[in-house]
């Protein structure tokens, strides 16, 4: 395995050795290789976006491997991670906290994993239910399990975080959270291992799985532990734990109930008794669930569907008044929810027939968002240089879209580019350029396509401008008139 130098990362005394090879998945990497080759080719991409947490099965991979693949299918191979934290709650001992792997490194068959050895002794300085006991990951499959997928799947080199957790205690767990979360970030990757449901009849595991996903679903600690405990209640025959590894999943989200910007989406769902070595008369439940960066306009909730459609409707009140009369219409601004409030830029654009009719908008605003779409109604309609006004008659052939933008950030590498998720802003010397994140999709451009275009059509700075010019991302709420046709 490389390191993150580039350089291989050579086996010290102290790494841990593997203890799941063999009994969990096969021993012999060339076997081991093929066999998830299989299991990724069965998974599906949901193109989700930034995932920044999995909650992932640790099963035998003949079992729960399908799901685990359909985890890590949600990542962008190519990402970069400053860390990988890998979470899992002991089956072999009790402890007072959590284990961190704080000696060496982890060995899978497909190489040398690097553990960041410095960042785990200050988690453990930090925290007194953090601790290392070697004892606690000799024996512990479920963070071993999830190693080889991400060696065989990500193609930058990575270094992980193990973190074993043996307490039920909600202090603790609450403490673990609290010292965690600052690192539950973009630059970061949480996997949480856990199996759902333990030896109920194929059916009884369904329900209970279910009810264990939506309570997860929910972003709410308090909610999850009432799903366990409906679980219980339902005495359902054979069942032991609705989750091993629930006291993992619960850090999490103590770490991201509140938190704005992020939603829980259900991925890929089996059990045992799915597989044809399966006995459905007693089965173990596997969810993959991934944990999304979602994109927001501010720190402030997400705009709602209705929120869209009062947009849309004062957009087209605007324009069909301005138009006909030259009247700006009054919003009574009492009536719109706090989101339509926020300060916050925006983009409108009116395509005719499927073609573009007018695009204007701005990054930011001193305005508050619904005055800024009226404005840049009316600036698409009647300011774009490109096209005549809009004429009245028109009117009724033209769609309005909207794209409510976040703050722009400046980056460093067209590597934190993606395409569909990032617009692009460039700027050199007085002149600039835009392109929204739509138009890569769109259009199917590479990245530098995307590029090139955005600093020769838009900038005016030439095909390869952008090589020297400063480069600016933001995301963006896209939605149409297109999708409230009854509206």
Same mark, same amino acid.
């Given at each position: 395995?490389?390191?993150?130098?580039?350089?291989?990362?050579?086996?010290?005394?102290?790494?841990?050795?593997p203890?799941?090879?063999?009994?969990?998945?096969?021993?012999?990497?060339s076997?081991?290789t093929?066999?998830?080759?299989?299991?990724?080719?069965?998974?599906?991409?949901?193109h989700l976006?930034?995932?920044?947490?999995?909650?992932?099965?640790?099963?035998?991979?003949?079992y729960?491997?399908?799901v685990?693949?359909?985890s890590?299918k949600?990542?962008?191979?190519d990402?970069?991670?400053?860390?990988?934290?890998?979470?899992?709650?002991?089956?072999?001992?009790?402890?007072?906290?959590?284990?961190?792997?704080?000696?060496?490194?982890?060995?899978?068959?497909?190489?040398i994993?690097?553990?960041n050895?410095a960042?785990?002794?200050?988690?453990?300085?930090?925290?007194?239910?953090?601790? *290392?006991?070697?004892?606690?990951?000799?024996?512990?499959?479920?963070l071993?399990?999830q190693?080889p997928?991400?060696?065989?799947?990500?193609?930058?080199?990575?270094?992980?975080?193990?973190?074993?957790?043996?307490?039920?205690?909600?202090?603790?767990?609450?403490s673990?959270?609290?010292?965690?979360?600052?690192?539950?970030?973009?630059?970061?990757?949480?996997?949480?291992?856990?199996?759902?449901?333990?030896?109920?009849?194929?059916?009884?595991a369904?329900?209970?799985?279910?009810?264990?996903?939506?309570?997860?679903?929910?972003?709410?600690p308090e909610?999850?532990?009432?799903?366990?405990?409906?679980?219980k209640?339902?005495?359902?025959?054979?069942?032991?734990?609705?989750?091993?590894?629930?006291?993992?999943?619960?850090?999490l989200?103590?770490?991201?109930?509140?938190?704005?910007?992020?939603?829980?989406?259900?991925?890929?769902?089996?059990?045992?008794?799915?597989v044809?070595i399966?006995?459905?008369?007693?089965?173990v439940?596997?969810?993959?669930i991934?944990?999304?960066?979602?994109?927001r306009?501010?720190?402030?909730? *997400?705009?709602?569907?209705?929120?869209?459609?009062?947009?849309?409707k004062?957009?087209?009140?605007?324009?069909?008044?301005?138009?006909?009369t030259k009247?700006?219409?009054?919003?009574?601004?009492?009536?719109?929810?706090?989101?339509?409030?926020?300060?916050?830029?925006a *983009?409108?654009?009116?395509?005719?027939?499927?073609n573009?009719r007018?695009?204007?908008?701005?990054?930011?605003?001193?305005?508050?968002?619904?005055?800024?779409?009226?404005?840049?109604?009316?600036?698409a309609?009647?300011q774009?240089?490109? *096209?005549?006004?809009?004429?009245?008659?028109?009117?009724?052939?033209?769609?309005?879209?909207?794209?409510?933008?976040?703050?722009?950030?400046?980056?460093?590498?067209?590597?934190?580019?993606?395409?569909?998720r990032?617009?692009?802003?460039?700027?050199?010397?007085n002149q600039?350029?835009?392109?929204?994140?739509?138009?890569?999709?769109?259009?199917?451009?590479?990245?530098k396509?995307?590029?090139?275009?955005?600093?020769?059509?838009?900038?005016?700075?030439?095909?390869?401008?952008?090589?020297?010019?400063?480069?600016?991302?933001?995301?963006?709420?896209?939605?149409?008139?297109?999708e409230?046709?009854?509206d």
């Amino acid at each position: 395995m490389l390191g993150l130098s580039g350089l291989i990362t050579p086996a010290k005394a102290q790494d841990r050795k593997p203890y799941a090879a063999g009994r969990f998945y096969d021993a012999d990497s060339s076997k081991l290789t093929n066999d998830l080759q299989v299991l990724f080719s069965k998974a599906k991409d949901h193109h989700l976006g930034r995932v920044i947490s999995l909650i992932c099965p640790h099963a035998g991979y003949a079992y729960s491997g399908e799901v685990a693949a359909n985890s890590y299918k949600q990542l962008n191979p190519d990402e970069t991670f400053d860390n990988i934290f890998i979470i899992g709650s002991s089956h072999t001992m009790y402890l007072e906290g959590a284990s961190v792997y704080s000696a060496g490194n982890y060995i899978t068959p497909l190489g040398i994993v690097p553990v960041n050895t410095a960042l785990a002794r200050k988690l453990i300085d930090e925290n007194e239910y953090i601790s *290392f006991v070697p004892q606690a990951h000799a024996r512990e499959h479920s963070l071993e399990n999830q190693l080889p997928f991400l060696q065989y799947y990500l193609k930058k080199p990575f270094r992980i975080i193990p973190i074993i957790i043996g307490t039920d205690d909600e202090n603790a767990l609450k403490s673990i959270a609290k010292t965690l979360k600052p690192y539950l970030t973009d630059k970061n990757l949480f996997v949480i291992s856990s199996d759902f449901s333990h030896y109920p009849h194929y059916r009884d595991a369904q329900k209970a799985d279910s009810t264990t996903a939506k309570g997860i679903l929910t972003n709410n600690p308090e909610k999850f532990l009432e799903a366990l405990q409906k679980n219980k209640r339902e005495h359902y025959p054979g069942l032991v734990t609705s989750a091993c590894g629930h006291t993992s999943i619960l850090t999490l989200l103590y770490m991201t109930q509140n938190m704005p910007g992020i939603k829980y989406f259900p991925i890929k769902y089996m059990n045992s008794g799915d597989v044809s070595i399966g006995d459905k008369s007693r089965v173990v439940g596997y969810f993959s669930i991934a944990l999304v960066e979602t994109v927001r306009q501010s720190a402030e909730d *997400f705009l709602t569907p209705s929120d869209k459609k009062e947009l849309l409707k004062i957009a087209r009140t605007t324009i069909e008044d301005y138009i006909n009369t030259k009247h700006i219409p009054d919003i009574d601004k009492n009536t719109l929810s706090k989101d339509l409030l926020v300060k916050s830029g925006a *983009f409108v654009t009116l395509n005719k027939n499927h073609n573009l009719r007018g695009c204007i908008g701005r990054f930011t605003a001193d305005e508050p968002l619904y005055q800024v779409v009226q404005q840049m109604a009316i600036a698409a309609a009647t300011q774009d240089y490109r *096209f005549q006004v809009v004429r009245p008659s028109e009117l009724p052939l033209i769609d309005i879209e909207i794209s409510v933008l976040t703050p722009m950030k400046k980056i460093s590498s067209i590597d934190e580019i993606k395409l569909g998720r990032d617009g692009i802003y460039m700027v050199k010397g007085n002149q600039s350029g835009t392109f929204l994140p739509q138009v890569a999709t769109e259009t199917g451009w590479s990245l530098k396509e995307f590029l090139g275009h955005c600093a020769q059509d838009k900038a005016g700075i030439g095909r390869d401008g952008w090589k020297n010019a400063d480069i600016y991302t933001y995301q963006a709420i896209v939605f149409s008139e297109d999708e409230f046709p009854d509206d």
